[in-house]
C-alpha cells in the first residue's frame, strides 16, 4: 500500500446523511481551537425585535380601479416613402409644373436661328451680357443676373410656355455675362 491510496473508514449508502464530525478536543484556557490565520467567529445576531401588541387594522375593502392603456398596431400600414435627395425633389418640383412639350419648344425656341440675323435669341442675350460686362464686370453681372431673377418669377407666376422661353434665353445669356477669370480674381484676389 503507497502513501497516496485511501482506505475508506465507511461506507454510506446513497441517501443516508453524512455523521456530523467528532468534537475537538478541549484547547487550553485562553486559546482558541482556530489557526491563527482565522479570526473568531461572529456573535450571533441580536434577536428580532417583539411584535407589536396592537396589530394595524387593513383598510377597508373599497372599489378597485383598473387602468389600461392599448396601443393599436396595424401591421397592414405600408412603410413610409424615404424622403427624396435634394436633386430628386428639384425634378419633381420641375416636372410638377411643366410638361416635358413645353419644355422642349421653349428650349428650342431659344436656341433656333431668327431667319433674318442667322443668330438665336439666346445668343443674342449673351452677346449683349458680354458687351454689358465688358462696359464694367459690375454692370454685366448685375444685368444678367437681375433679368434671369425677373424671367424666374415670371415662371413661377405664370407657369407658360413664354415665361418659360424667358428663362431660357436668360439662363444661356448667364454665359455672356460671366467670366472664369472673376472666379479667380475673388479667390486669390489678384486683378489685372
Same mark, same amino acid.
Given at each position: 500500500m503507497s502513501k497516496n491510496e485511501i482506505t475508506p473508514s465507511a461506507v454510506y449508502p446513497a441517501g443516508t446523511p453524512i455523521p456530523t464530525a467528532p468534537p475537538l478536543p478541549a484547547a487550553p484556557a485562553g486559546s482558541t481551537n482556530l489557526p491563527p490565520w482565522r479570526t473568531a467567529a461572529a456573535p450571533p445576531p441580536p434577536p428580532p425585535p417583539p411584535a407589536p401588541q396592537h396589530p394595524v387594522p387593513a383598510p377597508d375593502p373599497g372599489p378597485i380601479? #383598473?387602468? &389600461?392603456? /392599448?396601443? %393599436? /398596431?396595424? +401591421?397592414?400600414? +405600408?412603410?413610409?416613402? +424615404?424622403?427624396? =435627395?435634394?436633386? *430628386?425633389?428639384?425634378? $419633381? $418640383?420641375?416636372?410638377? #409644373? &411643366?410638361? +416635358? @412639350?413645353?419644355?422642349?419648344?421653349a428650349l428650342g425656341a431659344a436656341v433656333l436661328p431668327i431667319p433674318w440675323t442667322g443668330y438665336s435669341a439666346a445668343t443674342t442675350w449673351a452677346y449683349t451680357m458680354h458687351e454689358a460686362r465688358e462696359m464694367h464686370v459690375g454692370l454685366g453681372y448685375t444685368l444678367a443676373f437681375g433679368v434671369f431673377a425677373i424671367a424666374v418669377r415670371r415662371f413661377t407666376a405664370h407657369r407658360g410656355v /413664354? *415665361?418659360? @422661353? $424667358? &428663362?431660357? &434665353?436668360? =439662363?444661356?445669356? %448667364?454665359? =455672356? *455675362?460671366?467670366? @472664369?477669370?472673376? *472666379?479667380v480674381a475673388a479667390i486669390t484676389g /489678384? #486683378?489685372?
Open positions: 380601479e #383598473h387602468r &389600461v392603456t /392599448v396601443e %393599436l /398596431v396595424y +401591421p397592414e400600414q +405600408p412603410e413610409p416613402e +424615404p424622403e427624396l =435627395g435634394r436633386w *430628386a425633389r428639384l425634378w $419633381a $418640383a420641375f416636372t410638377d #409644373h &411643366v410638361k +416635358p @412639350w413645353q419644355a422642349l419648344v /413664354v *415665361a418659360l @422661353w $424667358a &428663362v431660357a &434665353v436668360t =439662363g444661356i445669356g %448667364l454665359f =455672356g *455675362a460671366t467670366d @472664369w477669370y472673376d *472666379a /489678384v #486683378h489685372r
